[in-house]
């Protein structure tokens, strides 16, 4: 499976069904992501059911703690 | 030929200099500023729309005057751009206070300051907070800090906490918000919802800015049409780096900048 990650394209040698396991398998915690999905920001809530499709742009916008 | 004194139009002969303005205008001024540069030479001959400001150093200031004289060091055209304008802060902490601080003294028009919390002991290493001031909500603080410097600027300070809920109706007005967070999770719920809810503003969000490592690893990034994070992206204060005041300061004067970068219309 093919996605676009912030840019870079990346293979998975098996299917990454939602956007929160794409987020689980690079290590990024949920609530600390702000993400767009082929240029549509995708609700906090709607991470763990949004269905990740082959070839998909995605940005992950993660966020660190401080100010 | 029109200059302006003070900010009032006047009608002077071409080839007039700056002592014969100064004499014919206000003898007694002990200083000036003329098109932002100050203490002009005296033989400096005046052009068409020149803004010369004429005051004495020691002197009393009427308030309709003192809004001119304090932005005196700003071009004319970049101020009048500046009053125009409506930014909102979302956090009134390390940030936040710091942005406010740097936008009100440059002359924003209106500020939208939001936080829920009250000022506490340990915010002063970083926080432009008073001593006399703990206890008290963060934005009644601040807004009464910045009357103090900007009298001019018009301050909606809100005590909420913000959310999904609430953010449209609070910073529904501001064309630009500056993400002023501290928890990481509060930063990305704040930046989805208003992405979701209020495409067309500009955020200018910042991640990156704990303990005391280079600071030419804070990088202003655009990550999307209307969103800028500034910081290092990477130092995080929760795994116990620390937060000083001038790392702090340093990625909250870029969000003003890059906030007064948008209004201005200058490349960032």
Redesign the interface.
């Known amino acids: 499976m093919k996605l676009i990650i912030n840019g870079d394209e990346q293979i998975f040698d098996h299917p990454v069904a939602t956007i929160a396991q794409l987020l689980e398998q690079l290590a990024v915690?949920v609530?600390?992501?702000?993400?767009?999905l082929n240029g549509a920001?995708?609700?906090?809530h709607q991470i763990e059911t949004t269905a990740l499709q082959d070839a998909d742009h995605i940005?992950i916008?993660?966020?660190?703690?401080?100010? | 030929m029109q200059i302006y004194i003070n900010d009032t139009p006047h009608t002077v002969e071409a080839q007039t200099t700056f002592a014969q303005a100064r004499a014919c205008f206000l003898p007694e001024a002990t200083a000036a500023i003329l098109n932002t540069v100050p203490n002009p030479a005296p033989e400096t001959v005046l052009r068409e729309q020149d803004r010369l400001y004429l005051y004495k150093r020691r002197g009393e200031f009427a308030d309709g005057d003192l809004r001119e004289l304090i932005l005196a060091r700003q071009p004319h055209e970049a101020t009048e751009k500046l009053r125009a304008a409506c930014v909102g802060i979302a956090?009134a902490?390390?940030?936040?206070s710091v942005v406010a601080e740097n936008l009100a003294r440059a002359g924003i028009g209106k500020l939208v300051v939001a936080d829920c919390d009250v000022v506490e002991p340990s915010n002063l290493n970083r926080q432009r907070f008073q001593l006399r001031q703990v206890g008290m909500d963060k934005t009644t603080a601040l807004a009464a800090n910045l009357r103090e410097s900007c009298p001019f600027v018009t301050i909606d300070a809100i005590q909420e906490r913000i959310s999904a809920d609430n953010c449209v109706r609070v910073f529904g007005a501001c064309a630009i918000v500056c993400e002023?967070?501290?928890?990481?999770?509060s930063?990305?719920?704040l930046?989805?919802a208003l992405?979701?809810q209020l495409p067309d503003c500009i955020i200018v969000?910042?991640?990156?800015?704990?303990g005391c490592g280079s600071a030419q690893a804070i990088t202003i990034r655009r990550?999307?049409a209307n969103?800028y994070?500034v910081?290092d992206?990477?130092?995080?204060?929760?795994s116990g780096l620390g937060?000083f005041a001038p790392r702090?300061g340093i990625v909250a004067s870029l969000q003003a900048h890059v906030a007064t970068q948008i209004i201005l219309d200058e490349p960032i």
């Open positions: 915690p609530a600390r992501t702000a993400i767009e920001v995708v609700a906090q940005e916008v993660s966020f660190v703690g401080g100010g | 956090g902490g390390g940030l936040g002023c967070f501290d928890a990481a999770e930063k990305a719920s930046v989805t992405r979701r969000a910042a991640s990156g800015l704990a990550v999307s969103l994070i910081g992206m990477n130092s995080d204060a929760d937060l702090v």
